[in-house]
């Protein structure tokens, strides 16, 4: 397995991750339920340790596509710019969880105030994630980047 293999494995997990922990979180307010709220904070706190070898996998995977026909140093640049706030954003929000699940250990409920923070954060973070996982695709594909030019396909003879 090439580490552009292993980067483009591991990266669904955050992207994925984030966007269920905050539809648990959501679901938790909701049904006003402090067990699905803390497990949406587990969810963070778990996913801010899983980003770190999406993180670091990068850069191997960066120079593994370099030089590729179709790959667009551009957007390699702008997804890794793009992956550095998303990272952040992810640790930040898993410390921020995982600082709650201590402070209110046990039977104690989350209060409102520090629900809604995790749920701005978390909104933020699966913003950054989805950007940074688009940026990431037209890395290759030309077909999904704003501005490429659609060159049509020549069409193939027949040989006889």
């Not at 955050?14 to 959501?26: D, K, Q």
């Amino acid at each position: 397995m090439t580490p552009t293999h292993l980067h483009l494995l591991l990266n669904h997990v955050p992207v994925l991750g984030t966007a269920f922990g905050l539809l648990l979180l959501a679901w938790g307010v909701w049904r006003k339920s402090a067990e699905l709220k803390k497990a949406a904070l587990g969810t963070f706190t778990i996913l801010a340790v899983l980003v770190i070898p999406v993180y670091l996998s990068g850069e191997p995977a960066e120079d593994g596509v370099k030089g590729l026909p179709g790959v667009s140093l551009p957007m390699l640049e702008q997804h890794e710019e793009v992956a550095a706030y998303a990272f952040f954003g992810c640790l930040v929000t898993g410390a921020l969880a995982a600082a709650g699940l201590v402070r209110w250990r046990g039977a104690r409920p989350l209060p409102t105030w520090f629900v809604t923070l995790m749920l701005g954060a978390s909104l933020a973070v699966g913003i950054l994630m989805a950007w940074t996982a688009s940026e990431g695709g037209q890395v290759r594909h030309s077909e999904i980047r704003p501005q490429s030019a659609q060159v049509p396909m020549t069409e193939v003879k027949d040989r006889d």
